[in-house]
């Protein structure tokens, strides 16, 4: 049984907080694994809530060793780049259209690609080459942010998709039922083997979902629940998404 991964809930008062503590703990983690390592390997989540904090690291931190960050994403939507459903086109208007990071040091799955299983694959092969892995090598980020949906999903690993079950790959083209159309999305190997993983989880409409991920056990257990990173698992909470917590 692997050690349990040390788990750190912070809740601050508004969205803004929320933002702000999240865009100071990337900064505090960046600064530590640049001076330990020599760089910050990041993957980043996609959807509505992080936004803001690209946009809060690109307006306060422009002048950060961005040379030595290097961006991955945890999961990509099957579209391209351009499209308006883009996890790349969010982070790339929010955040690496205004920063100093070479292009070079961000690594954007390839989802234009009409087969997304290829996509994944080339995907997985980009981290293998980074990291310089082996056959059976898994990579360790130093940063992994994720979010979380509604119904317990997180990166786009959805309740009762193949993507739960993954052993060997470290991405895979997991097929969303519901949106009748596959993800790119890291597998739980990735996941579990960062260092750190942050959840950001913004507002009352995800407070439900909150409360049963930390609250208590639940059969099966939500993808989110299955997130056990080798360090820690920092949650990071507005209080509208901590509102059904018990104190
Ligand atoms: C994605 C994300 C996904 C997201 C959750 C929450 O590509 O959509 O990686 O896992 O984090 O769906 O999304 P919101 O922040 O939009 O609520």
């Known amino acids: 049984m692997p050690p349990a991964c040390i788990r750190i809930i912070r809740t601050l008062p508004t969205p ?122 898994v990579p360790t980020f130093d940063l992994i942010l994720l979010g979380l949906g509604p119904d317990g999903h997180t990166a786009s690993l959805f309740p009762g998709s193949d993507g739960l079950r993954e052993q060997s790959r470290l991405v895979i083209a997991n097929w969303v039922e519901k949106f009748k159309t596959h993800r790119i999305s890291f597998t739980f190997r990735v996941l579990n083997h960062a260092t750190d993983v942050m959840f950001l989880v913004s507002g009352s409409d995800k407070s439900d979902m909150v409360q049963e991920i930390l609250g208590g056990q639940h059969e099966p257990p939500y993808p989110a629940q299955l997130v056990q990173p080798e360090g820690r698992l920092i949650w990071m909470l507005d209080e509208g998404a901590a509102g059904k917590l018990s104190p």
């Open 16 to 137: 803004a907080d929320l933002f702000r503590g999240a865009a100071d703990e990337f900064m505090r983690l960046g600064r530590e694994l640049i001076a330990q390592h020599g760089r910050f390997a990041v993957a980043l989540s996609g959807g509505l809530t992080p936004r803001a904090l690209y946009s809060l690291l690109a307006q306060d931190y422009a002048d950060f060793t961005w040379s030595r960050t290097f961006l991955f994403f945890g999961d990509e939507r099957h579209v391209p780049p351009d499209h308006p459903d883009s996890n790349y086109r969010m982070v790339n208007q929010a955040l690496l259209s205004k920063v100093p990071i070479p292009a070079g040091n961000v690594f954007r799955v390839r989802a234009e690609n009409p087969d997304a299983a290829a996509a994944a694959a080339e995907y997985e092969a980009t981290l293998r080459e980074f990291f310089h892995l082996s056959a059976n090598e």
